[in-house]
């Protein structure tokens, strides 16, 4: 069974339908997820809520993390094909999104560009990210996969070949991206330029080492910093306070083209019916307010026949910079002791350790599909004046096909 059930599902994007138009035969594929679960917790975020993960309360809900996927791809021929996926997640009230749609192109027996919207190969999991049937979790480890986008639009070259009795597989991309997501309760933009970078894998039979490097040009937009950075420009700018000699920090507090970085080292290997696994990432957004961040995780697991047993243990350490507000006094105008107070917290709100221990199960029922269970705890410790200590738990079962 080595490979087997990842190559399967990696080929579910194998053919279940064909169409003829165009001469051009259409294979559909797909994949679903339905999962439902039940989050306790002891604690509150910042904003007063209580303690949960991954989206579950403590009212048993299949909307989380359910999800299903149409794949359609076709070969034109000459080497040139075409894919898109279409994807309903129930986190986004099951309304469909174009997760991939790009044209490839074979230009040798061992390499290929596509174009067009594709996935990010950041993780060890990033090519079948979303298909729960490629791996033992229910989802793989938030604290590693937790970044905010996983597609970009731009081009992808991939070269594969060998050195030696190693396989080995490397992935240059170029591109940008663009989302929303939440700073400290408020709706944001994140906009990501000049995106590129790459990802080696190196590996045989039952072993495989991987390496991954991605920088961009990264644009955060808050009107709440927004108003605070213009709050420090106006404090260092203002004549009457020009004795102090105040540092212009408004910069500082702000996230606009400035360079993010990702770095990851991964490992994985199934050998005699036992599998470990692990990766390592850093992420970090230069001259800004934002945390370093510093995630990885190691997962263990045994197989007997149609079951498998894991236990994976995750760790995520956001690091504040030292230093932002260095040099602006205090005592000399209560407006500026308010808006540093301000700018205070938002620099040390991002402050926080938490640990996650996941164990599970897995029964593959059918050549398609498993069964799975998961039981995980976060315990959170922070320091920051935005606290957010306690723990929080969480009981999920899903159902996982290819078809």
């Known amino acids: 069974m080595k490979r087997a059930l990842l190559a399967t599902a990696v080929a579910c994007m194998a053919p279940a339908l064909a169409v003829n138009v165009n001469a051009a035969d259409i294979r559909w594929n797909g994949f679903a997820s339905i999962t439902g679960g039940v989050s306790t917790g002891e604690g509150t975020r910042p904003d007063g809520e209580e303690l949960r993960l991954?989206?579950?309360?403590?009212?048993?809900?299949?909307?989380?993390?359910?999800?299903?996927a149409l794949q359609a791809s076709s070969n034109?021929?000459?080497?040139?094909?075409?894919t898109a996926q279409a994807i309903a997640r129930g986190s986004d009230d099951f309304n469909v999104e174009m997760e991939w749609a790009f044209v490839s192109y074979d230009f040798g027996e061992s390499s290929r560009i596509n174009v067009g919207k594709l996935r990010i190969p950041f993780?060890?999991?990033?090519?079948?990210l979303d298909v729960g049937y490629a791996y033992a979790w229910i989802r793989p480890p938030e604290s590693v996969y937790d970044l905010f986008f996983s597609t970009m639009e731009g081009a992808n070259l991939q070269f594969n070949g060998a050195i030696g009795s190693w396989d080995s597989g490397l992935q240059l991309v170029a591109g940008r991206t663009a989302n929303e997501l939440d700073i400290f309760g408020t709706p944001?933009?994140?906009?990501?330029?000049?995106?590129?970078?790459?990802?080696?894998?190196?590996?045989?039979?039952?072993?495989?080492f991987r390496a991954a490097y991605f920088q961009a040009d990264t644009t955060l937009t808050n009107s709440g910093l927004e108003q605070l950075s213009a709050g420090l420009a106006g404090v260092a700018a203002n004549p009457a306070l020009a004795p102090f000699n105040i540092p212009d920090r408004s910069e500082d507090l702000a996230a606009g083209d400035d360079k993010g970085s990702f770095v990851g080292f991964g490992f994985k290997a199934d050998k005699n019916d036992w599998l470990f696994g692990g990766e390592i990432?850093?992420?970090?957004?230069?001259?800004?307010?934002?945390?370093?961040?510093?995630?990885?995780?190691?997962?263990?697991?045994?197989?007997?026949?149609?079951?498998?047993?894991?236990?994976?243990?995750?760790?995520?350490?956001?690091?504040?910079k030292e230093g932002i507000l260095d040099g602006i006094p205090t005592g000399i105008?209560?407006?500026i002791d308010g808006l540093l107070a301000s700018a205070t917290g938002v620099i040390v709100g991002g402050e926080q350790t938490s640990t996650t221990v996941t164990v599970g199960m897995r029964y593959n029922f059918h050549p398609s599909a498993s069964?799975?269970?998961?039981?995980?705890?976060?315990?959170?410790?922070?320091?920051?004046?935005?606290?957010?200590?306690?723990?929080?738990?969480?009981?999920?079962?899903?159902?996982?096909?290819i078809f």
């Open 54 to 68: 991954y989206g579950y309360d403590d009212d048993f809900n299949f909307r989380p993390e359910s999800k299903l």
């Open 76 to 82: 034109l021929g000459n080497g040139l094909s075409v």
């Open 123 to 128: 993780y060890q999991y990033s090519d079948f």
């Open 188 to 208: 944001s933009d994140a906009n990501l330029k000049n995106l590129w970078g790459g990802a080696w894998n190196l590996g045989n039979d039952w072993l495989t």
């Open 281 to 320: 990432t850093q992420i970090q957004v230069a001259d800004s307010f934002v945390a370093d961040q510093d995630s990885a995780y190691v997962t263990i697991g045994r197989r007997f026949n149609d079951l498998v047993f894991h236990v994976t243990y995750e760790e995520q350490e956001n690091k504040v």
């Open 333 to 335: 105008d209560p407006a």
């Open 371 to 401: 069964f799975k269970i998961d039981y995980s705890q976060r315990d959170y410790d922070s320091s920051a004046t935005m606290d957010v200590d306690g723990a929080a738990s969480v009981v999920r079962f899903s159902i996982d096909a």
